[in-house]
């Protein structure tokens, strides 16, 4: 089948068309005729060699597509319905067909969404809901702060955090040009970065933010601690800037209150395939219902480069997803 590959870590240069192996579904288990590919930050790491992948590898952590085959002792499930799916545990969907387990897969005959849209949500909308509910464990009518906000994770989080009952919700943007196109995601604030720390004040009234959901590192880490509030919950998923590691006094917190957490999808999908699934049907039935807007750009597979470079880049709103096959139109 036809694939795109890291075949050695490096720039989005090093991404390569190839033939390979077409994978089988074990033991609960499908196998998904990918018809798009959703593109993330997570594939870059994997392409950079920050995340250690044995190459060549084939990247891709969520998909669209209609099951192909089902593994054995598997039901529920019928070769030829339309699925959302994570492939974050083991990777591979920028290919013709991805494996993955069962858990982590959606009917989408019910809901009814859209492949490319629904190549969107898996990754972006599934993580809003964990790190909120499960992981900063939201209660109704607290603040929140989110960093880099008219991006994928980001368009998703400021929208999870008003699902899930949050009183204000305030988000950072890189630059000028992307203040609108976050406001659009249904934040009530939207402020430059950089200003962060002059405007927590406005922004809540002087208490400091309940919730801050990092994804950027360098700077923004330590404005991000300080933003909190008292007993306040800082999520760090993700180190976009490329800056080095940012050091948390742990006397700080002591002294503050504030709590320190990370979230990884992939490692929490293998700890806890069950419940990221429930998370994953929670965000597409959002999705489908209109709760959740997911603003999607198609590329096609063979432009997988053109996808890590704009990513990298932080040019970047809404969610880029690759088509992979014509199966779309099935």
Do not use: C
Not at 228 to 239: E, H, K, Q, S
Not at 251 to 257: S, V
């Amino acid at each position: 089948m036809r694939a795109v590959t890291i075949p050695e870590f490096g720039g989005a240069d090093v991404l390569r068309q190839a033939e390979v192996d077409v994978p089988e579904p074990g033991p609960g288990q499908v196998s998904i005729d990918v018809a798009y590919a959703g593109a993330n930050f997570a594939e870059i790491l994997y392409r950079q060699g920050v995340a250690d992948v044995p190459l060549p590898f084939v990247p891709g952590i969520e998909v669209s597509g209609h099951v192909r085959a089902v593994g054995p002792d598997v039901e529920g499930f019928r070769v030829g319905e339309p699925v959302a799916a994570l492939t974050v545990v083991d990777s591979g969907g920028y290919a013709e067909v991805a494996v993955t387990s069962t858990d982590l897969v959606v009917p989408l005959d019910g809901p009814g969404l859209g492949l490319d849209l629904a190549a969107a949500v898996p990754s972006n909308s599934t993580t809003a809901f964990l790190v909120l509910d499960r992981i900063a464990r939201i209660e109704p009518g607290e603040t929140v702060l989110v960093h880099a906000a008219a991006g994928g994770v980001g368009s998703q989080l400021g929208q999870a955090a008003r699902l899930l009952g949050a009183g204000r919700v305030a988000g950072t943007v890189g630059g000028p040009a992307k203040i609108e196109t976050a406001r659009g995601f249904g934040y009530d604030d939207v402020v430059l970065r950089d200003d962060l720390p002059g405007e927590v004040a406005a922004l809540t009234g002087g208490r400091g933010f309940d919730i801050v959901v990092d994804m950027v590192g360098g700077p923004a880490r330590r404005a991000s601690l300080d933003a909190l509030a008292p007993t306040g919950r800082m999520v760090v998923m993700g180190n976009a800037s490329g800056a080095d590691d940012v050091g948390i006094p742990a006397n700080e917190l002591w002294f503050t209150n504030k709590t320190v957490s990370g979230f990884n999808l992939a490692v929490f999908a293998g700890l806890a395939p069950a419940e990221t699934g429930r998370a994953l049907r929670r965000a597409v039935a959002a999705a489908a219902s209109g709760d959740l807007r997911v603003q999607v750009e198609e590329l096609p597979l063979e432009r997988a480069a053109e996808a890590h470079e704009r990513i990298e880049s932080g040019t970047t709103t809404g969610k880029l997803v690759l088509k992979v096959t014509d199966s779309a139109s099935r």
